[in-house]
């Protein structure tokens, strides 16, 4: 083995350390997918994908080269490990890899355009974190036009720091919304166990429940009191396994309000000021920050 000393560049990831912690981002890798698109001088975008967009109903024709939207949304998927605000669009666009059309692609330059505006961007991983996590769970019922599968999304601070987070298409479909926002939890609480198991072998104990917050009265219901369960029946077994976490308090379900639901960016389509608001509170940041685009 060798040692290579302090950690500055990986694969990619840049490393940027301060008294404040640890800044990762992928400055340089982001600035390549631009200039490979041609749009060094385009006019950068204040937020990633249209809202309303309808892009899974999209009928224009097919695009020339499907291989150069392929290799553009997999770069993008890999940017996307520092980039928590990509995650919703970068799942939309992976549902197209195998037709992809011309709206497919005027979407994929719009998440250029919007990187080009915020090339620095990434997280920080803070020094005076207290190592206590904290989840946060959404979902979007019947999201999908065509399967009307919904949309689950989740987020996992440790201490102010964001280190995992997720926006995933759920693989039934959901009766109702209460239903696809209890799979939400479902989902964020098999990864907050894990967080929690890969804490403990390092030496990081938490003795108290995990805060997990969701913007649904009836999934907290569900969660809380078995006898509202009766209501339930036609979601499956292995689901329920959120209320033996409450039971046995590894777990802290608890509501928030919409407007302040973190993991709402994670699931849908954001105006720019709804977009900007969420992601100023994600621990998101970029120093070499320049002013974008708002109108677009």
């Not at 509170?281 to 920050?289: R, S, T």
Request: glycine fraction near 6%.
């Amino acid at each position: 083995m060798k040692d290579l000393g302090p950690l500055k560049y990986f694969l990619g990831i840049e490393v940027a350390r301060s008294a404040l912690g640890l800044f990762l981002c992928q400055r340089k890798y982001t600035l390549d997918i631009i200039t490979e698109a041609g749009l060094s001088g385009a006019k950068p975008c204040g937020f990633p994908i249209e809202q309303n967009h309808r892009l899974s109903l999209a009928e224009g024709p097919l695009i020339a080269d499907p291989e150069a939207y392929r290799c553009l949304v997999g770069r993008l998927v890999y940017l996307a490990v520092t980039r928590p605000d990509l995650a919703y669009s970068v799942h939309v666009l992976c549902q197209f890899l195998q037709k992809p059309r011309v709206a497919h692609w005027e979407a994929a330059m719009r998440v250029v355009r919007y990187l080009k505006g915020t090339p620095g961007q990434g997280i920080l991983l803070r020094a005076d974190s207290d190592l206590t996590l904290q989840g946060w769970c959404d979902s979007d019922w019947a999201a999908c036009p065509i399967t009307r599968r919904s949309l689950s999304g989740w987020l996992v601070f440790l201490g102010q720091s964001p280190i995992s987070w997720k926006t995933k298409k759920q693989h039934t479909v959901s009766r109702s919304s209460a239903e696809a926002e209890y799979r939400s939890m479902a989902a964020l609480t098999c990864e907050l166990k894990w967080l929690k198991g890969l804490l403990l072998s390092l030496g990081v104990h938490h003795s108290k429940a995990i805060p997990l917050f969701c913007d649904s009265q009836s999934a907290l219901h569900i969660a809380k009191n078995p006898v509202f369960h009766e209501r339930t029946k036609h979601i499956e077994i292995d689901c329920h396994f959120v209320q033996d976490a409450v039971t046995d308090e590894i777990i802290a379900p608890s509501y928030v309000a919409t407007t302040s639901q973190l993991a709402d960016i994670f699931t849908k389509a954001l105006g720019k000021s709804q977009f900007d608001f969420l992601l100023s509170k994600l621990g998101i940041h970029d120093p070499h920050h320049a002013p974008t685009c708002g109108g677009c």
